[in-house]
């Protein structure tokens, strides 16, 4: 008895003690124990900060830009043996629960505010798209699904497969989940095998022909797992991630033979500037990594693009390139809704067919299942294309959609059953470009992707169509949709009234597929380009024509890697912090070797997390706290 009481004790102590740190330390949000070096951007100081007293410029060895997809694992990386400053112009993901949770994927996309995890884009071609804006960018707000690039796509980029094979599983180990199968993911990989898309390669994260099961980040709880989340590996003693800070410039000293990049200008969250400062040392750079639109939007806002164009904005021109914002690809996507009788289970990908034909197939279900979901508002850049079929075409003005959105919540809930078979083209021939409209960085600059121009991609958006036809009419299909019959024409003629897009809709739509692809296209979120490498980015993603400044993300692909491209994302950010990790340190620096020391700490961390959540609940029970606090505990279990 005597030993318990003592054991009790020690650990009141113990949670005292944790306490007394907590309220020393001010943290308020209980995932700021675990990455204690992410900080407001109002907090940041430096003696050029139009907030701060003077003091000591602090310097940092990498200075990041974009801490999304590539820019998490690359800081992680990096900071193992060197300073780095990784600058995220949105918030943090933890304890959101529209990034948190699986069901409000498409809750997070509709949310149009300034503060929303997605901000929202209309290329020209009138399809509605969305770049990410928070810390762990894409991962935070994507459908999820995990797959590496194909043995080709590594070599034609010229990577060391031996170091992308240790890069990738680094990723997989911390974030990447087996799915349990959705019965609507169950049934259509059985119709894509029992078409054709064959054989069967069962559950693997490698891009070969057929049908697979491949990963994901969300766990079987439907927790999603981001790129956020692989700062905890990081070295909390180099690693300082600033979030609510919008880079607005990259800052060049123009007075040698090139220029060379020194330091970046940002906005904190209350609109005041800063300025972060590169050290001088050997090799520091500054790597950019604002995703496929961000980061030619930086280039460009920074003085490197077609000389022309900056003039006209009358930005300083540093390094002129009419490659900077070329070659912007997006892959269409069109999709097929099939309504069902019962309600289908959520699902985003899980199950993906690979043809021959250049053409991947997709499918998920269960979109706006909740009441909640319902009764949010999905508006534009809804992806629930059925609902949108219930109003009579003739109605679908903007006005309608209105109405539509305040009458939703009278719907029946019959008209939210089903899901949708998704044929994206890969490598489309299709290209656009981006360019500036304004010098506001937060304004998205104008993206052109011209869907459909090559007349191949056509061809296989055509040849998708018919393998999807097979599919929706195959036995193991029907036979779980348990719908009548419908014909590929009824189901065609549905998505043509859905208002997918703002392009103009034709009488012949059904009747000429080619017309439907076109009239049909919407976004699998997969654009890239617009910073090539060979045109902007060298081999190595240094910037043409400056020094101390690269590029490291989906905006120097060419093509976009696998079925889906963020694993392969991740891993170009882990594969190039060790790659330079080498380069300047040499191989025996290998920062794999730190990698039990890091889980050791991470596990410290969580520990402590956990500690402190208890002691918390303990004191405050369920008061709204506490509900808070409930939130937090379901998001680290
Ligand atoms: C809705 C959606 C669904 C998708 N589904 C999948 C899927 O299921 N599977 C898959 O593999 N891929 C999917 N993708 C694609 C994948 O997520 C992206 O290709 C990938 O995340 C891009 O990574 P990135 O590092 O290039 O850019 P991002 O991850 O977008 O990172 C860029 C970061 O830079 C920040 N930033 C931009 N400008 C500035 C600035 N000026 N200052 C400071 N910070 C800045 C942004 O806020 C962002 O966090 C999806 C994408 C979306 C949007």
């Known amino acids: 008895m005597a030993l318990v009481g003592a054991a009790l004790k020690l650990f009141l102590s113990l949670l005292l003690w944790l306490n007394s740190l907590t309220s020393s330390q001010g943290k308020e949000n209980l995932w700021e124990y675990r990455y204690p070096f992410i900080r407001r951007a109002s907090s940041f100081s430096s003696s050029s900060s139009s907030t701060s007293s003077n003091g000591p410029e602090k310097s940092y060895d990498y200075i990041i830009v974009g801490g999304g997809t590539a820019g998490c694992p690359l800081a992680t990386t990096l900071s193992q043996n060197y300073s780095v400053l990784l600058l995220e112009r949105g918030g943090a993901p933890f304890a959101n629960v529209n990034v948190s949770f699986m069901q409000n994927f498409h809750i997070s996309l509709a949310d149009t505010s300034p503060k929303s995890a997605s901000q929202t884009f209309i290329s020209t071609d009138g399809v509605f798209n969305s770049r990410a804006r928070v810390l762990g960018g894409g991962t935070c707000i994507n459908a999820g699904f995990y797959t590496r690039a194909s043995t080709s796509y590594v070599s034609k980029a010229g990577w060391d497969s031996k170091l992308v094979n240790e890069s990738y599983p680094w990723i997989e180990k911390q974030i990447v989940h087996r799915p349990d199968l959705a019965p609507w993911q169950s049934a259509f990989r059985d119709s894509l095998l029992e078409v054709g898309v064959s054989p069967f390669n069962g559950f693997t994260y490698d891009h070969i022909y057929g049908t697979k099961i491949g990963g994901t980040i969300f766990d079987r709880f439907g927790r999603r797992h981001t790129a956020a989340e692989l700062l905890a590996s990081a070295n909390p003693e180099k690693l300082n991630v600033i979030i609510h800070a919008t880079v607005q410039k990259i800052v060049f000293d123009t007075t040698g033979k090139k220029p060379k990049a020194v330091g970046v200008i940002f906005k904190d969250e209350n609109g005041n500037q800063h300025h972060a400062i590169l050290s001088k040392r050997w090799r520091s750079e500054i790597i950019v990594s604002c995703g496929a639109i961000g980061s030619p939007q930086l280039l460009l806002l920074s003085g490197i693009g077609p000389k022309a164009d900056l003039k006209k904005l009358n930005i300083s021109v540093v390094f002129d390139n009419k490659f900077v914002g070329k070659g912007m690809s997006d892959n269409p996507l069109n999709t097929v809704f099939v309504p069902t ?42 992806a629930e294309i059925g609902q949108l079929s219930t109003i009579p075409p003739k109605r679908r003005t903007q006005e309608a959609i209105i109405a539509y959105r305040r009458s939703k919540r009278h ?218 606090f409930m939130l937090e505990y379901l998001y680290y279990g």
């Open 341 to 382: 009788k019962k309600p289908v289970k959520q699902s985003l990908i899980q199950a993906v067919g690979i043809t021959k034909k250049g053409v991947y197939i997709e499918a998920s279900s269960g979109f706006g299942q909740s009441l909640d979901s319902i009764r949010c508002n999905h508006g534009l850049v809804s």
């Open 411 to 628: 719907l029946p809930h019959e008209a939210f059953r089903g899901g949708f078979i998704i044929e994206k083209i890969a490598y489309p021939l299709s290209t656009g470009q981006l360019s500036l409209l304004n010098t506001n960085v937060d304004d998205n600059p104008s993206v052109t992707f011209n869907y459909f121009s090559h007349p191949y991609d056509l061809q296989r958006c055509v040849d998708g169509i018919r393998v999807v036809e097979k599919i929706v009419s195959s036995r193991h299909f029907t036979n779980y949709t348990q719908c009548d019959k419908k014909t590929l024409e009824n189901l065609l003629n549905m998505s043509v009234q859905a208002n997918v897009n703002l392009i103009p809709k034709h009488t012949n739509d059904t009747q000429s597929l080619e017309q439907w692809c076109r009239d049909t296209v919407v976004t699998i979120w997969h654009y890239h380009g617009g910073c090539h490498v060979g045109k902007v980015v060298s081999p190595n993603y240094k910037v043409h024509g400056v020094h101390r400044l690269r590029v490291i993300d989906g905006s120097t692909f060419r093509e976009s890697p696998g079925t889906n491209p963020q694993g392969t994302v991740m891993m170009m950010g882990r594969y190039m912090g060790v790659k330079i990790l080498r380069q300047r340190l040499g191989k025996s620096s290998d920062a794999t070797s730190r990698n039990w020391l890091d889980i050791k700490r991470m596990e410290y961390q969580h520990f402590h997390s956990l500690v402190s959540m208890y002691y918390k609940y303990l004191s405050c029970k369920l008061s709204p706290f506490g509900v808070s």
